[in-house]
């Protein structure tokens, strides 16, 4: 693929603008839509082009990656008023980095495949620091010409790019991913909460804890926020993790799999999202286990 290669993003979030950026640095011509008008002006300030259209999208590019929240999100963009199917040329290529149900993923790609463009289902891990840093996780799936065809541009915002074959397997990836990360994410607001309640410097803690078998990376990147208390600075929703330890759920079910622990995460963040901090950074979860302060 040569260089100016005009690739289409929906998505200039936290995640997309990352991704923008890095597509950008490796030459190709970044063709983006938001519905945030300071998004798009974003992007034209970037070097890339911003579109007002899905459809002025369409007409523009053969490749197209998409960074929405859900699958409702993705049938939108795909079939809504004004979608892009029907206006991308035969032979595309849509890439679905969402977080979405491998049921509706494999649905989703024989839906495509009927208007002659092809499903790379291609979640993504590592966050919007990975993102900006070019060094996410991608585990794609889906038809091996199409992911040919797409891999240098997810390796210019990737660095560990994986194949796992039909569409549906990075799905059913992302979901073991998100099981290990929402366990993770509970639990050191567990521990912070504990540390707290018993007392101790939290910021102390955070640095011992990090520094030993206990650490991991989601109490290191997720850490010090809930050592401030300030979750109004989103990286990540609590309800996006409501939305995905769901997924996770719904998996262990369909696969008769007992799993406790996704389980008791998942009430952690559907509690916080009750008490009103579901639009609040992930981080918020702290508060879930959060009692009256006293000393010990």
Known sequence: MNA???VGLIGLGAMG?????????K???????DVRA????WLRAQGGTPVQ??????????IVICFVVNSAQTDAVLFGEDGLVGHLPRGAVFVACSTMDPAYVRDLAQKLEEHSVSLVDAPVSGGAAGAE????????????????????VLQTFGKH????????AGAQMKILNQLLCGVHLAAAGEALALAERQGLPLDLTLEILCSGAAGSWMLADRG????????????????IFVKDMSLVLDATRESRFPAALAHDAYLAFLGTTARGLGTQDDSAVMTHYQTSKRSV
């Open 17 to 25: 603008r990352g991704v923008a950026s890095n597509m950008l640095a």
């Open 133 to 152: 840093r070019g060094t996410l996780t991608i585990m794609g799936s889906g038809p091996s010409e199409a992911f040919d065809l797409v891999r240098p």
């Open 161 to 168: 790019v994986h194949y796992l074959g039909r569409a549906g």
């Open 53 to 62: 259209s899905l459809a002025e999208m369409a007409r523009q590019v053969q």
């Open 224 to 239: 010090p926020r809930m050592v401030s208390g300030e979750f109004g600075n989103v990286k990540s929703a609590v309800d």
């Open 38 to 41: 300071e998004a798009l002006d």
């Open 4 to 6: 100016k290669t005009k």
């Open 27 to 33: 030459g190709y011509d970044v063709v983006g839509t």
